[in-house]
């Protein structure tokens, strides 16, 4: 089985703009979660979609939103892009609640 | 909010020793995940061990959880160089797959 995969994986944007980060599940799994990496403040979990439905959230603002569709892939889309967005973010996805997490490769995004 | 940490923060060996380390967290758990990084890339999963287990093995590595002391920790034995990376530790409360991870123990493995 293919793993979690994610795109792009490395992207520069500007201050104010807008980004959108894919990720693919291993196929059959209906949970994609999103976690961002920064060295300050290591890994923190964004948000979590199953069967296309927002189950949990991260204490993230507004400009942090994402979407799961019905094949499962899942997009995160990061509005008005601040500096401290910079950061490795990390998509995993999970058969079932409560059960192991597959990581992707992560997207490192750099706000200039 | 990270969950808990994890001890010690860095950790240098020598290839052929064992290499242990500590996660404690601060509330009930559902399960305690074990992972690997290399050099800012994915995580790759190690072990799961859930609330109602006490020790895990897979291979060369070793896991415990105490949930009374909300700590776990991983063993590695008879390390490698190839084991240099940083581990975290990740729990599950239940509700859903959220994890809070620690802040993670940097492992250098030297020939």
């Known amino acids: 089985k293919a793993g979690v995969t994610q795109t792009p994986r490395y992207l520069i944007k500007t201050r104010g703009q807008q980004v959108t980060l894919s990720c693919s599940p291993i196929?059959?799994?209906?949970?994609v979660s999103w976690y961002q990496q920064t060295p300050g403040q290591g890994l923190q979990f964004l948000f979590e979609y199953f069967s296309e439905t927002q189950r949990n959230k991260g204490n993230f603002p507004g400009r942090f939103s994402g979407r799961q569709f019905s094949n499962s892939r899942s997009e995160m889309n990061v509005s008005t892009l601040e500096l401290g967005d910079s950061a490795l973010y990390l998509c995993?996805?999970?058969?079932?609640?409560?059960?192991?997490?597959?990581f992707g490769p992560g997207t490192r995004l750099t706000v200039l | 909010s990270q969950q808990g940490e994890e001890d010690p923060q860095a950790l240098s060996i020598q290839e052929g020793e064992n290499a242990t380390m500590n996660c404690s967290y601060k509330t009930s758990i559902n399960n305690l995940q074990w992972y690997r990084q290399n050099s800012g890339r994915g995580l790759v999963h190690l072990i799961l061990?859930?609330?109602?287990?006490r020790e895990k093995h897979s291979g060369r590595l070793r896991v415990t959880l105490d949930t009374s002391k909300k700590s776990s920790s991983l063993l590695i034995t008879a390390s490698r160089a190839a084991d240099t990376a940083s581990y975290f530790c990740a729990t599950e409360k239940g509700g859903g797959n959220k994890l809070t991870f620690g802040t993670g123990t940097q492992l250098k493995v030297e020939l």
């Open positions: 196929s059959g799994h209906r949970s």
């Open positions: 995993a996805s999970s058969l079932l609640t409560g059960d192991t997490q597959y």
């Open positions: 061990i859930r609330s109602n287990e």
